[in-house]
């Protein structure tokens, strides 16, 4: 007669919806990581010969001692923020609520398109081997991002073919500074890769070689707080460059996201675009959409900055404008001294459009986030 062996049963882990999409974290490499995956013989003549990622340009209060960083967020041995991924997730997912980080890592470009190519490659690798492996991806709450130099689209559409299979790359990321701007077909090799793969194109607000890039029209201003005010004009330029040029014409399912550039000047803009598109139809017969339709229907925005009027109704009348459950995400800028904690943010959004900017646009945007993860110790995400 055989005994049957009694065992204890295993619960199968529990799913719990996706809540929180977080479209901007900010990983952080450690000291001397980056060049071992940076490929020959730009490592030598490059990067080992000049430090790359050594020096912070990134201002804020009390500068010296935060270095413009969240101060619980650097690591007990005083590692930087945002270069433990154990202490990202307990921030970001577990005390903040978060349930999926889209990681953004920085990075500028170089003058030499191919440097800058090789740069964005090792990026990748080290994403892959050190936030999203089985070790440290245990939990699948972290999606990378494909970063590609778009001032060199042949190497920038390669490094897209490359890793576009990988299970938790979920866009690509570039830069917002090349001249000319995104309409110019020059840049169709990259596009067309992240359509082919369907990866939404991501660009974070970022410096270019020549160190104060972008531009403002108006010339260079005197203080960074200043200056930070001026990424919006440049992602101003590139909406009307993709619209105007075309590119959604030559691209129908091309997807952009604009992070960290702000987001109530669309509404003006998308006014003045479509004014514009009524008076001169006859000269851009290749338009065949009101300016706004196309922002509309290809184009995301994120949350923080989140602009913040004295009188909170005007802030709700103008994501009624804009139809912001349409064309924003949310995103909190961990570890950063601006990060916005998801809990605080919902609470400014008008209640009908919370679904849809704390999780459901950006599940919609990411190929890769899913509808539901396992659960974790901790409260769940309620608003």
Not at 34 to 45: G, K, L, N, T
Not at 118 to 139: F, G, I, P
Request: charged fraction near 25%.
């Amino acid at each position: 007669m055989t005994t049957l062996e009694s065992r204890p049963r295993v619960p199968a882990p529990r799913k719990v919806p996706v809540r929180v999409v977080d479209s901007d974290v900010h990983p952080v490499p450690k000291p001397g990581v980056i060049a071992q995956y940076v490929p020959e013989p730009i490592r030598s003549r490059y990067l080992l010969s000049h430090p790359y990622g050594d020096t912070i340009n990134y201002d804020a209060p009390d500068y010296a001692h935060a270095k413009a960083m969240r101060v619980d967020a650097f690591t007990p041995d005083g590692g930087f923020p945002g270069s433990d991924p154990e202490l990202a997730f307990r921030q970001l997912i577990i005390e903040a609520g978060s349930d999926i980080g889209i990681l953004e890592p920085g990075g500028r470009s170089h003058f030499i398109p191919e440097v800058t190519s090789a740069y964005k490659h090792a990026m990748n690798v080290w994403q892959d081997k050190h936030w999203l492996d089985s070790a440290t991806n245990w939990h699948e709450r972290w999606r990378g991002s494909i970063c590609a130099g778009i001032e060199d689209p042949a190497g920038a559409a390669a490094e897209i073919e490359q890793w576009a299979g990988h299970p938790y790359m979920a866009q690509v990321l570039i830069n917002a500074e090349p001249r000319p701007a995104w309409g110019d077909p020059k840049y169709d090799p990259v596009w067309a890769a992240a359509v082919r793969h369907d990866l939404p194109v991501s660009c974070h607000l970022s410096r270019g070689y020549h160190e104060e890039l972008p531009m403002p029209p108006v010339g260079f201003p005197s203080y960074n707080h200043d200056f930070m005010v001026t990424y919006s004009l440049l992602a101003a330029n590139q909406v009307m460059s993709m619209v105007f040029d075309g590119l959604f014409e030559r691209f129908p399912t091309l997807r952009i996201v604009l992070v960290e550039h702000a987001f109530s000047w669309i509404l003006p803009l998308m006014w003045r675009l479509d004014a514009i598109y009524d008076a001169r139809r006859s000269d851009i017969p290749e338009i065949r959409r009101k300016p706004s339709e196309y922002i509309k229907d290809h184009i995301k925005f994120t949350t923080q900055p989140l602009d913040y009027p004295a009188d909170k109704l005007e802030l709700t009348r103008a994501f009624e404008w804009m139809e912001a459950d349409k064309i924003l995400m949310f995103s909190s800028d961990y570890p950063h001294w601006t990060f916005d904690d998801p809990r605080w943010l919902v609470k400014h959004l008008p209640e009908g459009m919370r679904d849809a900017v704390m999780h459901l646009n950006g599940i919609e945007t990411y190929a890769t986030v899913p509808t539901h993860v396992t659960a974790l110790d901790g409260k769940a995400f309620v608003y």
